[in-house]
């Protein structure tokens, strides 16, 4: 077979769309199905709202918030809906025996920011999205962002939608409409389908579905999660309307975000993250981390501990910062070539959610210690 025909045999796979059949060998259609996931996996890596239409895999609901598809390697993360935890160990279920209440205090424990686990109406959200998709659904697959790609942990960022009488419908915001999900603004506001999103959760909040439900067992304090995760997406929000299409101004969530780094090296810029581990702080420079992809976050770098302090970056772990200083390399230990960072001078060039600490919990600990009840911090428990 030409390697034309085989591109747009990749191509037909990777979108959903049947070609007559040909008659290929055996041997020949074993190579067409590498190359059509291989030509799956590239279309999926580029930037633009569109991912493809894919075929829902077998046992492809891996929970509400989560799927996986024919043809890509890696799961789906479906943004701005956040279910409840399924149930996944046997010491889950015997403390959920025991009793609700005890259950919800020892999954809490001592810390002091909302936390995740497993719960019934986690189980409920994974059986409402088996429902919704149907087996072997044909998934449409589209991003709120053109170049939001993948999250910290490589997975697809997107939403789904399946067709039904005859139109594409929107599960991200039917999950929330069922009151499988609240919106989940945690790291930033649909910028495509807002209205929606606000409208669904208020229709199921209203008609006390799912997590709205006062007598259900699932998460008490979706009041402080909301307002956390509020107080987040107006920071992003606000970011992202002062950065519009400048290429100073650097999300680190999206795919080009060293790229623009090492385009501005030298120069001043402005960059968003979440802070993640901090180094040196007892032997400067102290190095703040700013989380992107796991073995490529950015190092923001204070080479005045006063400023360090007095920024109070610290308190933010775990949440977003915004910070402007300059592009800078320096040799690290572990890297075969000089490492980017950006170098922070002054005080007033470091801002953060002040309002998001309140409700994480990070606000009556110091500097350094916001941690969730397993000692991690809550840097990214999923988009």
């Known amino acids: 077979m030409s390697v034309k025909a085989r591109r747009i045999l990749a191509l037909a796979a990777a979108f959903g769309v049947a070609l007559p059949a040909c008659g290929p060998s055996a041997r020949e259609r074993r190579q067409d199905r590498i190359v059509a996931a291989e030509s799956a996996e590239t279309l999926a890596s580029r930037p633009g709202l569109l991912v493809g239409e894919f075929s829902l895999a077998a046992d492809g609901v891996v929970d509400g918030d989560t799927i996986k598809v024919v043809g890509l390697k890696e799961s789906i993360r479906l943004v701005n809906v956040d279910t409840e935890e399924t149930f996944k160990s046997a010491t889950d279920r015997a403390l959920f025996a025991a009793g609700w209440e005890s259950y919800l205090e020892s999954k809490k424990g001592d810390s002091r920011h909302p936390v995740k686990m497993a719960t019934p109406l986690g189980e409920e959200a994974k059986t409402f999205a088996k429902e919704f998709f149907g087996k072997g659904a044909l998934v449409r697959l589209e991003r709120d962002h053109p170049r939001d790609l993948r999250d910290r942990y490589q997975r697809h960022l997107g939403y789904a939608f399946v067709l039904k009488d005859g139109r594409w419908v929107n599960y991200n915001v039917e999950c929330v409409r069922a009151g499988m999900s609240p919106y989940f603004s945690k790291y930033g506001y649909s910028r495509r389908f807002h209205a929606e999103f606000v409208a669904a959760q208020q229709e199921a909040r209203e008609a006390r579905r799912g997590i709205w439900d006062p007598a259900g067992k699932h998460y008490p304090d979706y009041a402080d999660r909301l307002l956390w995760w509020n107080a987040r997406g107006d920071f992003v929000r606000a970011f992202e309307k002062e950065a519009g299409d400048r290429e100073d101004w650097i999300d680190l969530a999206h795919w080009d975000s060293?790229?623009?780094?090492?385009?501005?090296?030298?120069?001043?810029?402005?960059?968003?993250?979440?802070?993640?581990?901090?180094?040196?702080?007892?032997?400067?420079?102290?190095?703040?981390?700013?989380?992107?992809?796991?073995?490529?976050?950015?190092?923001?770098?204070?080479?005045?501990?006063?400023?360090?302090?007095?920024?109070?970056?610290?308190?933010?772990?775990?949440?977003?910062?915004?910070?402007?200083?300059?592009?800078?390399?320096?040799?690290?230990?572990?890297?075969?070539?000089?490492?980017?960072?950006?170098?922070?001078?002054?005080?007033?060039?470091?801002?953060?959610?002040?309002?998001?600490?309140?409700?994480?919990?990070?606000?009556?600990?110091?500097?350094?210690?916001?941690?969730?009840?397993?000692?991690?911090t809550p840097v990214d428990e999923g988009r």
């Open 258 to 376: 060293l790229r623009l780094l090492r385009k501005n090296l030298g120069k001043r810029v402005h960059v968003l993250g979440v802070v993640g581990t901090i180094e040196g702080e007892k032997d400067p420079p102290i190095r703040v981390h700013l989380a992107r992809r796991r073995g490529s976050d950015l190092p923001v770098t204070f080479f005045d501990e006063r400023v360090f302090v007095a920024s109070g970056i610290a308190r933010f772990k775990g949440e977003y910062v915004a910070v402007a200083g300059r592009v800078n390399e320096y040799e690290a230990d572990d890297r075969r070539r000089p490492r980017l960072e950006v170098v922070v001078d002054r005080v007033e060039d470091v801002s953060g959610p002040v309002a998001a600490l309140k409700w994480s919990g990070a606000e009556a600990t110091s500097p350094g210690e916001v941690e969730g009840a397993d000692g991690t």
